[in-house]
């Protein structure tokens, strides 16, 4: 497709418990990321991924957050048992190559942990 | 470290009047620079960026970003605004060296066009 697609667009989840995420990037792009938007508009970077395998993970939580793209599937972010503090938005974005520059963003996956 | 910052939080501007929405960064090596802009619940939108060559670059919109080595500085500026410019504008960088190639953002800059 020409544009990354994110689902659900909404996600709420008690505290404690999983939630998981999935992005479609754009075909053809062969670079994912994840990004997470917290409260006053910060964007942190968690992971990016050169097709199937991790690329750059240094912005992962560890202990809780695990990320995957298989071949012919959506990609997908999973959090683990989660907490108030990991209320956000969740983006996904693309880009074809490493020397492609920027990056094409899908509408964000907004998580609610009550 | 390598930082964007946005001075400003919101600028309003009247409508047909030029805007500009600040921007400086801190990288290592050559800067490869980007404006995003964020409308209500939408996914952020790539309007132009600055790679190397011309200091002035044009991109979405009527949009144009001036780069400015010597200022750090990479300010998004429109002659003449509309109120459909209303929205979250992000200034973001890539590092050159480090081997990543991830953005950081900025924390954005609310412009509101006043009709």
């Given at each position: ?5 994110q689902t659900p667009k909404h996600l709420v989840r008690g505290e404690g418990q999983k939630a998981k995420l999935y ?55 999973e959090i683990?048992a989660t907490k108030l503090e990991d209320s956000a938005v969740y ?17 964000g996956t907004r998580l609610t942990v009550t | ?40 619940n ?74």
């Open positions: 497709g020409e544009e990354v697609a992005c479609a990037p754009i075909k053809g792009h062969s670079y994912v990321f994840w990004y997470q938007q917290v409260l006053k508009n910060e964007f942190k970077f968690l992971i990016s991924f050169q097709n199937e395998n991790v690329f750059d993970e240094t912005g992962m939580p560890k202990e809780r957050f695990s990320a995957k793209c298989l071949p012919n599937s959506p990609c997908s972010l683990q983006f996904c974005a693309s880009n074809q190559d490493f020397s492609s520059y920027e990056q094409y963003f899908g509408p | 470290a390598q930082s964007v910052a946005q001075p400003e939080d919101q600028v309003n501007v009247a409508e047909g009047n030029p805007l500009t929405v600040k921007c400086t960064y801190s990288v290592s090596g050559n800067p490869y620079l980007f404006w995003y802009v964020q409308y209500p939408r996914g952020l939108q790539f309007l132009l960026k600055y790679i190397t060559g011309d200091n002035l670059v044009k991109g979405s919109y009527g949009f144009e970003a001036e780069f400015n080595k010597s200022q750090t500085s990479f300010h998004l500026k429109k002659p003449s605004a509309l109120v459909s410019d209303s929205a979250l504008y992000f200034c973001a960088a890539r590092g050159y060296q480090t081997g990543a190639n991830n953005l950081f953002f900025g924390t954005g800059t609310r412009l509101t066009v006043i009709p």
